[in-house]
């Protein structure tokens, strides 16, 4: 068994297996085709349902990949060959020519600049944007080095030209470069390998051929600040801003001609974003929306489209598009439609069109699946062994990760990613650490007291002539050279290369330094390589200073040398200032306990404890039934597969009885959480005994569970046959099906109580699939009943979902309701349960009466009971609607804020039991990061009090985001007398060193290490005195 | 400002003298972004990175124009955007506050102390905004208040 795995491809899926697979112990090998990791992430402005930036979330995870000394990052490679058998793979890699060589290139840019060859149009920008023939895909490209395009660089195809070469001063052009195989072993193989979206592939009726026709995934790139047209909202035919913007839904998807029959699953949510960002960037726009369905059925995703319809004036059209044709002298478009409402047929004109087209596999998919071996479905995505592991591949050993099984946004798929990372965790749990490094510094560290006299060093970099053209290097050199404490400065031509780290290493013990700067490029990219490098030559790490001469000074004054020379000399005697302070910080290390605590015994739990106990470790479970199994105990069949629920329940349960490191508390329930990450203290209430259990960390999967629409559609004790969807469920799973037999036509009416104006205004996901299914079984059970669905929008995104419904959309009539005009029932007399029904049928413009023997409410789920207590023990917050609130909606759907807790299933946010198992799996990779790495370390850069001057007031603790922060009594000594006072206390293991909490402590009691307020104000002070 | 520096100041012609502050996630990003994008802005500014822009106590700024900047730019993630949750929501209350003292107790113009969001990949923005700071600052000339 080897402990090592290859991610195929880079994309925010792959980045995120990556990173846990090594908290869990593994070696990754990230092959990218591309030369830079990001995938389409990268290339999307911002993010739905909180319009974050994309690329400010997504950098810092590229840049953590990129310097993960466990993972080997392989971009511009392609996978050729698998043989082997799980837990023993080898994978024969192509490397591909960049004919740059890679470890001399430093991205300064300078062959670009100097390229001759005539521009081509640049992919990341989908074609809009233009490059050379030596480019690099977008500034924060990671690795940051070069590539050159061999079908244009006039070199390679003509033998001429050859100016990088000469303008190259870290000699990093090779034209020689040659394909080149590598050979891996490893234990497993995941693919991560993404979506495309070829707009070009649609039939000509949807109009992409014409210049004002862009795909979601162009406009993406016109909206982004760093985009094209450096975010101004403009058309591509002669760059002015339209006026009228259209957006047209399932442009090609859910379309059995376009050959597309699934639902792209998250088109609904970017229009909405996308239109939103248009309004915001240009405010004399009108955006107006074609749609369909709305699929919003996310976290905050329905109110979201509707608030890009209230606050920001987005006309949404319910609509059929026929076609969209352009005008040839505007160039503007003629959207010939039918709209749905009036059933009349239209033309919009519109300026700009934006197509929501289909996302398919990425090019190469079914190559790749050839390659390894795997199934692909009748979408062309790779088949999921089973319904309910839609991360196991038809192979075992191989494992599937984000948008290439199958439509999801990207919470999904990260959340995917940290589950695939612990099912290869269960696979290669024998072999965790066997071929992780960590680094081991030979050089002890020297002792540096407060103390001792300040001998700084600095380095001045060059940068190629990327800084020495602009900065007078040499005039800088001399001058810090006299600036107070500094010992020893000197200027270099790359301070990264390798020659560079060695003569760091030699001037800092030649000269006795115990302070480094280098001045060069951003810290965001460099300051650890620095830093390691200190660290080789017996620096603490914290004594380390780095200043941005480049991007601050050198490339954003190019027409101001002396400017930039004056300013490059403030910056570094800024740091110089800042060094003299710094004091060498140590990071803690502290134990974890190897046990998690998995609250709530539904089919979240149970999967997430038996994922924890096959990696070794002790799971409790916690449940306040008496039985295991959660809402799966109240269904009969399972969507889409249709299959007894009993079937799965069973073999889960039976898994986790048996399981010996699982101890099951059942009619239990939490009674006191103390401690933090690694150590919780928690006491369990059962049957009036009470036990204390040690815990590492910590998985809330509570559940959620369906509203009773209590009055609402005269549901109430008289009306017997007006019954919820649940109670419907349960009543099919009865043998004795008697009460069908004086029943001629059922009414499922969606939406009950859900999307509305007010109370519950989100969609809960699940209500559709769960109705078309019962009406399946119900004509199964009796083909001459008559049904009736009345709905709003039919919600059944992701691969599978669609073509189920369309199966079954001949089983029942579907009559489409308003919020404004909702369904009116009224019983009728005589003994006999019957009822009248009136409802206004949208697409008819009609109102219908019919007659009625049972009615079923689909109504949406809500939070489990008494969560607010629960989330006061374990100090982590619930949202407005009072489900669990996860760290970050975008890339952190399973932690919470506070480290070691977690949090998975419908506790989060209502979803089916596909959706559950994937967080369930992934938040138990979330926590057996923990368990596996045994200790954490805690980082240097945090907050501390100063118990002298903090008076106990308590703000810190209550801006503290991670509850890292506690107020507690401590007995302070005042000469004579010793007082009990309140003082804040601060948990390194907790803090992130953000900062808050010291800038708003009303006595200036804390300080944050590294950015304390000597430091800042010496900087100040210097720049401004000095 | 020391009288040497003032001195030699009047000698020449006055150019300001601004800090900014950057956090570390998106705007010091924003700004690294305008540097790669080759955006050209005036060289009268100097950054100081901190890791959020919710560590910006007020004292620092107190402290710049006491020293002698002539203005003081905060800049952080946008709201929502924080890489801390809700760091910057903290800094946008506390700046309000500190905003109206600086104006009302101070009696600085409430121009050469700003609050700003920056995402990492507004370079664009980046450029613009100190272009137009440093201007505004220059149509109000040197801070002489202490």
Redo the contacts between chains.
């Keep these: 068994m080897e402990g090592s795995v290859v991610v195929i491809g880079g994309g925010i899926a792959g980045i995120q297996t990556s990173l846990d697979l090594t908290e869990l112990g593994f070696k990754v090998y990230l092959v990218e085709r591309n030369p830079s990791i990001g995938g389409r992430m990268a290339q999307l402005?911002k993010t739905f349902p909180?319009?974050?930036?994309?690329?400010?979330?997504l950098?810092?995870k590229m840049v953590e990949v990129f310097r993960n000394p466990n993972i080997e990052l392989m971009t511009y490679h392609e996978v050729k060959k698998v043989e082997g058998k799980p837990g023993d793979f080898t994978v024969t890699v192509l490397k591909k020519p960049r004919y740059i060589d890679e470890t001399k290139c430093k991205g300064c840019g300078d062959c670009a600049a100097k390229c001759p060859k005539i521009e081509v149009p640049n992919v990341f920008d989908m074609n809009l944007g233009k490059r050379k023939s030596i480019y690099i895909p977008f500034?924060?490209a990671v690795p940051p080095i070069y590539v050159i395009d061999p079908e244009i660089c006039l070199k390679l195809t003509k033998g001429v030209c050859g100016v990088c070469e000469k303008v190259c001063q870290a000699e990093a052009i090779d034209y020689e470069q040659k394909p080149q195989e590598i050979k891996l072993t490893v234990g497993a193989i995941v693919a991560a390998t993404g979506f495309d979206m070829p707009a070009e592939e649609l039939t000509s009726r949807w109009g992409y051929q014409y210049e004002n026709v862009v795909s979601a995934l162009e406009y993406e790139r016109i909206l982004?600040?760093?985009g094209p047209f450096?975010?101004r909202v403009l058309r591509p035919s002669d760059q002015e801003e339209p006026e009228k913007i259209a957006f047209i839904q399932c442009a090609g998807s859910r379309d059995l001609h376009e050959n597309i029959p699934y639902c792209s699953s998250v088109c609904c949510m970017y229009t909405a974003k996308e239109a939103i960002i248009t309004k915001e960037h240009s405010e004399n726009s009108n955006c107006y929306v074609f749609r369909h369905d709305i699929r919003a059925y996310g976290k905050n995703f329905y109110e979201f489209t509707q608030r890009a319809q209230k606050d920001y004036g987005v006309q949404y059209f319910q609509t059929k598009v026929s076609t969209v044709v352009e005008d040839h002298e505007t160039k503007d478009l003629m959207i010939h439609y039918e709209d749905l409402k009036t059933g009349k047929f239209n033309d919009f004109h519109a300026n700009l069109v934006v197509l929501a087209t289909p996302l398919v596999p990425s090019k190469g998919t079914e190559e790749l699946a050839q390659v390894l071996g795997v199934e692909v479905d009748k979408y062309h995505f790779f088949k999921e062994k089973s319904f309910f592991n839609k991360c196991l591949s038809s192979k075992d050993g191989m494992f599937l990760c984000g948008f290439c099984q199958g439509p999801k946004d990207i919470p999904e798929t990260v959340a995917d990613a940290s589950g695939v990372a612990s099912q290869v965790a269960n696979l290669l749990n024998s072999v965790k650490y066997t071929e992780i490094k960590e680094k081991v510094f030979e050089v002890p560290e020297m002792e540096v007291k407060i103390t001792d006299e300040p001998r700084i060093g600095v380095l001045v970099c060059h940068c190629g002539i990327n800084i020495g053209k602009y900065v007078d290097v040499s005039g800088v050199v001399e001058y810090v050279e006299k600036l107070p404490y500094v010992v020893h400065c000197e200027a270099n031509l790359y301070s990264c290369s390798p020659d560079s780290q060695a003569r760091i290493k030699e001037v800092i013990q030649e000269k006795n330094l115990n302070r480094f700067i280098v001045a060069s490029c951003?810290?965001?990219t460099h300051e650890a390589l620095f830093q390691e490098t200190c660290q080789e030559a017996g620096l603490n790490k914290y004594l380390f200073e780095m200043v941005?001469i480049?991007?601050?000074?050198s490339?954003?004054?190019?027409?101001?040398n002396e400017?930039?020379t004056?300013?490059a000399k403030?910056?570094i005697r800024?740091a110089v200032a800042k060094a003299r302070l710094l004091k060498p910080l140590t990071e803690a290390s502290l134990d974890i306990t190897p046990t998690a605590l998995i609250i709530g015994g539904g089919v979240t739990g149970m999967t997430a404890a038996l994922n924890i106990a096959n990696q070794g470790f002790k799971a409790y479970k916690v449940e306040k039934e008496d039985k295991l199994g959660g809402n799966l105990n109240n269904l009969n069949v399972l969507y889409p597969i249709q299959e007894d629920a009993a079937i799965l329940l069973n073999v889960i349960q039976d898994k986790v009885k048996k399981h010996k490191n699982i101890e099951i508390f059942l009619k239990s329930q939490i009674k006191d959480v103390k401690g933090f990450i690694g150590n919780y203290n928690v006491s369990i209430a059962m049957n009036k005994k009470s036990q204390g259990l040690k815990i590492g960390t910590i998985i809330v999967a509570t559940g959620a569970q369906e509203l009773k629409p209590n009055g609402d559609f005269q549901y109430n004790k008289k009306n017997k046959n007006i019954i919820t969807q649940l109670e419907l469920e349960q009543k099919l799973k009865e043998k004795d099906k008697s009460w069908l037999d004086n029943i001629k036509r059922v009414t499922t009416i969606l939406c009950v109580d859900a999307r509305q104006k007010e109370g519950i205004t989100y969609c809960s996901n699940v209500c559709c699939g769960v109705s078309i299914k019962n009406v399946s079984i119900l004509k199964e059970l009796r083909p001459d009943l008559e049904i009736v669905v009345l709905y709003r929008d039919i919600q059944m995104a992701k691969k599978e979902f669609e073509e189920y419904y369309r199966e079954r959309r001949k089983d029942a009539i579907f009559l489409r309701y308003d919020l404004d005009q909702i369904p009116t029932i009224s019983k009728k007399g005589g003994k006999s349960e019957k009822y009248d029904i009136k409802v206004f049928d949208t697409n008819l413009q009609d109102e219908i009466e019919f007659e009625t023997d049972l009615i079923i409410l689909s109504t949406p789920m809500i939070p489990a009971d008494n969560l607010d207590e629960l989330a006061k023990m374990l100090k982590v917050p619930l949202d407005k609607n009072g489900f669990f609130l996860e760290?970050?909606v975008k890339l952190r759907p399973l932690d919470f804020?506070t480290d070691g807790i977690f949090l998975a299933g419908c506790a989060q946010w209502p979803k089916n039991i596909q959706d559950s198992i994937s967080q369930a799996n992934g938040a138990a990779g979330r926590a057996s990061r923990f368990l596996s790495a045994k200790t954490i370390k805690t980082s240097g850069?945090i907050a501390e009090v100063n118990p002298e001057r903090c008076i106990g007031c308590g703000k810190c603790e209550s801006?503290c985001?991670y509850n890292a922060i506690e107020i507690k009594e401590a007995s302070m000594e005042f000469e004579d007398v010793s007082l009990v006072l309140k003082k804040s206390f601060i948990n390194s293991a907790l803090c992130?060193?953000?900062?808050?909490c010291?800038?708003?402590c009303p006595n200036?009691a804390i300080s944050?290490k590294h950015?304390d307020?000597d430091q800042?104000?010496a900087?100040?002070?210097t720049?401004?005195?000095? | 400002m020391s009288k040497a520096k003032k001195k030699a100041k009047q000698k020449e012609e006055w150019t300001p003298e601004l800090l900014v502050f950057c956090c570390n996630w998106c705007s010091y990003a924003g700004a690294d972004l305008a540097g790669v994008s080759r955006f050209q802005y005036p060289p009268n500014m100097r950054i100081i990175r901190v890791m959020c822009s919710g560590r910006v106590d007020p004292t620092f700024v107190l402290k710049a124009l006491k020293d002698g900047a002539d203005g003081v730019l905060i800049t952080g993630c946008h709201i929502g955007d924080c890489h801390y949750i809700s760091g910057n929501e903290y800094t946008r209350d506390r700046f309000k506050k500190l905003h109206e003292i600086i104006i009302k107790q101070l009696g600085i113009d409430g121009k050469r102390v700003r609050l700003e969001w920056v995402s990492a990949s507004e370079g664009k923005r980046f450029a613009d905004l100190i272009t137009e700071f440093t201007n505004q600052i220059k149509e109000l000339g040197p801070l002489k208040v202490f």
Excluded at chain 1, 550 to 553: K, L
Aim: charge should be negative.
């Design positions: 402005d909180t319009n974050d930036c994309s690329l400010c979330i950098a810092p500034p924060q982004c600040a760093s450096d975010g951003t810290p965001r941005n480049r991007d601050q000074c490339w954003v004054h190019m027409g101001d400017g930039a004056a300013k403030d910056l800024m760290a970050h804020a850069l801006v985001p992130k060193g953000c900062g808050t010291a800038a708003t200036g944050v950015y307020f800042i104000f900087m100040i002070e720049y401004l005195l000095d």
